[in-house]
């Protein structure tokens, strides 16, 4: 296993990995919906992994941090919204939302 991650709803999330342990606070949203959070969370890390074009292994802390961070970013504006795909942010949303609020 490279990567454990734990997600903690508004709490955000933990993630492990051989050589890291990494806590994330929640990104503040105004939550209606938490169906699909969790999907959009993994998606949004998955997309940001890929984005890096590294196997976790390889990344460093700052990047790992900064990816999990856009994977909450992403999981928390889809509780934003009703639904499950049409909740989904787009990445101009989820930037707006971290710069908002920097971690």
Request: glycine content about 8%; hydrophobic content about 40%; proline content about 4%.
């Amino acid at each position: 296993v490279k990567l454990l991650l734990i997600t903690l709803g508004k709490d955000g999330s933990v993630s492990f990995t051989r050589n890291m342990r990494l806590r994330h606070e929640e990104v503040p949203a105004k939550t209606v919906d938490t169906t699909a959070a969790g999907d959009s969370f993994t998606g949004g890390l998955v997309a940001e992994l890929s984005r890096l074009g590294k196997p976790v292994d390889a990344l460093s802390e700052q990047e790992l941090w900064e990816a999990i961070r856009f994977a909450n970013a992403v999981g928390a504006l889809t509780t934003t919204k009703k639904g499950s795909i049409s909740a989904l942010p787009t990445r101009a949303e989820v930037e707006k939302l971290l710069a908002e609020n920097p971690g």
